[in-house]
């Protein structure tokens, strides 16, 4: 029972994270991305620039930018500028994490990640697993 209450939170908090996602301005990949602890959202973020720059993710060869955040480090980017801990969090995101956000996570105390997509590179997911963080796919349609 518990099992099937937590699958409803996550495909909730994964459909949120999906609509976060479509703030972005990458053309290539929109990815959202939430953080939540204790059933409270603390943080949330998207794939896009730093802030003071232009909102324009691709170059003029369609490659994305080499200085574009990716969504799950906007969301813990924003934790570490708050009074709150990801410590014993859960990540939502709309593509698994890269090899460098994977220690990103990590090392912020994320305990579980929660993703509907696969990244064509499974070397950050691979690293989580080593380090004991709960990997869930939760594959929707949308």
Not at 9 to 25: F, H, N, Q, R, V
């Amino acid at each position: 029972m518990l099992e099937k209450k937590q699958e409803k939170y996550d495909i909730a908090y994964l459909k949120m994270a999906e609509t976060w996602g479509k703030l972005s301005y990458c053309d290539r990949k929109k990815v959202g991305a939430l953080i939540v602890k204790d059933r409270m959202i603390i943080s949330d973020g998207y794939n896009g620039t730093p802030s003071g720059f232009e909102n324009v993710c691709e170059d003029d060869e369609h490659f994305t930018k080499w200085y574009v955040l990716h969504a799950e480090a906007n969301a813990i980017l924003k934790v570490a500028s708050s009074t709150q801990s990801c410590k014993e969090a859960t990540l939502y995101i709309t593509l698994s994490p890269c090899k460098e956000c994977s220690k990103l996570i990590h090392q912020s105390g994320i305990i579980r990640v929660v993703y509907s997509k696969a990244y064509k590179d499974t070397s950050g997911l691979e690293f989580l697993k080593k380090a004991g963080v709960e990997l869930v796919h939760v594959p929707f349609e949308k």
